[in-house]
């Protein structure tokens, strides 16, 4: 038997809203920070701006979810899908999974991104579909990780890319254990 909580939660300001939206604005002052020490770090307008966009879809999935459940098998398979996809953009943006940031196959990993989102959307957001819309996803970049990078050209790359698939599998775990609660 399937059940779930999708009614509406309480609106407001919790400890929780103020210590992850403050986080996610401290993580984008930190390289404003660094710049200042250290010419490491060389960021642009268009980085923060991007990096605020990013942070900003981050947090408002991770209020969806808060509000979709109230199941923390459920909450915790969500905060696990949106770090994978985070990381995803993040390592794609930065330095690329598979070869460089320039490399053709990393546009292949918008097909993980995109079976996650699709699957969460037209499955409406219930456990069932989005444990099979993350097993997809992580199964879709896994093969991508070894396919091009471990029998491909980068093999960092293809480790890197099925050690981040696990995420999308435990995810998949969490919302499937979620049905059972």
Known sequence: MQQQNLGAKKSGTSPGRIIGWGGLGCLLL????AMQFTDEVNWDETDFIVAGLIFSIVGGL?????????NWFYRIGAFFAIFSG???????????????????????????????LGGAI????????LARA??????????????FGVLGADMRGGIFTLILSSLW??????????RET
């Not at 930190?30 to 920070?33: K, N, Q």
């Open 122 to 129: 037209l499955g409406r957001f219930r456990n069932t579909a």
């Open 86 to 116: 985070f990381v995803v953009v993040w390592s794609n943006l930065a330095i690329g999974m598979i070869g460089n940031e320039n490399n053709p196959i990393n546009l292949l990993f918008i097909a993980v991104l995109l079976i996650a």
């Open 134 to 147: 993350m097993l997809l996803a992580g199964l879709t970049q896994a093969a991508i990780g070894i396919g």
């Open 30 to 33: 930190l390289p404003a920070v």
């Open 62 to 70: 991770v209020e969806l979810a808060v509000r979709l459940s109230s």
């Open 169 to 178: 599998f435990f995810s998949a775990t969490l919302f499937h254990a979620s």
